[in-house]
């Protein structure tokens, strides 16, 4: 019998907890996913992974090893306090993870941003095997990436290296950003900030042209029940109106991964989040055809993540086996 060697991989996104337990391939051995604990104070999140890892019973051979626990987070991090400062989407000034969890589990725990846990996931499982300069974008509720250059993983004082998503792509700031300020990428590219950004341009066109579109009939003629998800799938029935504007939200985009190149003129630019993964031709194509508009840096492959919606869960993994 020869000891495998496991380690739990905790994903915390925007409404969901998701950990697995994993061996050192990357491959999955359980999974389980719940909607994020956010009413049982700022403990309740650390308390909820415990249980969560707890209620995951290890496969019956008496010769496995946890090695320990790798937990991906949106930001902000504070990676000396080992927890989240003022998160977006967890109502308490500071969340402490690997305190609480790893004195309960007695385990190295190692926390990281999601997509700097997201490219680790990359490099090590995915389109980045083999390559020194990899970038992975999170195009979801909000924007953001994780970054390898050099073979080096690029973390920040804080943990907080590569905050694309607030990178401030229109200067004359019309649109407000999740973190409260404006003109930055998120706030007119990611889920949150699509139908703001539809809104906006509907101000610039005559109402007709709303009036008889997919989408009015879509949103029941309210332009506040707009939702990104209406807007994609109009565009894909071939409605002109939101083909118009996804192709707005796509320069947009080329503009932030054209900064991404000109930044840390990456090999590869693997792409995942649930609005790129739904709709993956309708993002990526315009990133490809607009972005050398704007980079100056040779513009490397843009690709959809083959680790779709696990990618974090990877790194996560792949983090407690390469801790460096
Ligand atoms: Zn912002």
Same mark, same amino acid.
């Given at each position: 019998l020869t000891t495998r060697k496991l380690a739990f991989g905790v994903d915390i996104g925007g409404t969901n907890v998701r950990v697995v337990l994993g061996d050192k391939k990357g491959i999955f051995l359980k999974r389980l996913s719940?909607?994020?604990?956010?009413?049982?104070?700022?403990?309740? #999140?650390?308390?909820?992974?415990?249980?969560?890892?707890?209620?995951?019973?290890?496969? !019956?051979?008496?010769?496995?090893?946890?090695?320990?626990?790798?937990?991906?987070?949106?930001? $902000?991090?504070?990676?000396? &306090?080992?927890?989240?400062?003022?998160?977006?989407?967890?109502?308490? *000034? +500071? #969340?402490?993870?690997?305190?609480?969890?790893?004195?309960? &589990?007695?385990?190295?725990? +190692?926390?990281?941003?999601?997509? =700097?846990?997201?490219?680790? /996931?990359? !490099?090590? +499982?995915?389109?980045?095997?083999? %390559?020194?300069?990899? #970038?992975?974008? =999170?195009?979801?509720?909000?924007?953001?990436?994780?970054?390898? #250059? *050099?073979?080096?993983?690029?973390?920040?004082?804080? /943990?907080?290296?590569?905050?694309? @998503?607030?990178?401030?792509?229109?200067?004359?700031?019309? %649109? $407000?950003?999740?973190? @409260? !300020?404006?003109?930055?990428?998120?706030?007119?590219?990611?889920?949150? @900030?699509?139908?703001?950004?539809?809104? &906006?341009?509907?101000?610039? &066109?005559?109402p007709s042209v709303y009036m008889n579109s997919v989408l009015s009939r879509l949103a029941f003629d309210s332009e506040e029940n707009i939702t990104a998800e209406m807007i994609f799938n109009a565009a894909k029935k071939g409605d002109s109106l939101c083909n118009e504007i996804l192709h707005r939200v796509g320069i947009m985009n080329a503009i932030g991964f054209a900064c991404v190149v000109d930044a840390y003129d990456p090999d590869i630019i693997t792409v995942g989040g649930s609005v790129a993964l739904s709709n993956q031709n309708l993002i990526i194509k315009p990133i490809r055809e607009h972005i050398a508009e704007y980079a100056r840096n040779r513009i490397p492959e843009i690709a959809i993540t083959p680790l779709k919606e696990d990618v974090v869960l990877y790194g996560a993994l792949a983090r407690v086996f390469n801790p460096k």
């Open positions: 719940e909607r994020t604990d956010i009413t049982n104070g700022a403990e309740g #999140v650390s308390r909820q992974i415990l249980r969560m890892i707890r209620s995951i019973k290890l496969p !019956k051979s008496g010769e496995d090893k946890i090695e320990g626990i790798g937990i991906g987070s949106a930001g $902000p991090l504070n990676l000396a &306090m080992g927890g989240l400062t003022n998160p977006t989407n967890i109502p308490y *000034d +500071f #969340v402490p993870l690997v305190g609480p969890i790893s004195e309960e &589990m007695e385990k190295p725990t +190692f926390l990281l941003n999601d997509c =700097t846990m997201g490219v680790t /996931g990359e !490099k090590y +499982f995915g389109a980045g095997k083999g %390559l020194k300069n990899i #970038v992975y974008i =999170t195009l979801s509720t909000g924007i953001g990436a994780g970054v390898y #250059v *050099d073979g080096h993983l690029l973390l920040g004082k804080d /943990g907080n290296a590569a905050e694309i @998503g607030h990178l401030t792509i229109d200067s004359s700031g019309c %649109l $407000p950003c999740s973190c @409260g !300020k404006r003109g930055h990428w998120e706030g007119y590219s990611s889920g949150k @900030g699509i139908p703001n950004y539809c809104r &906006m341009l509907l101000r610039k &066109m005559r």
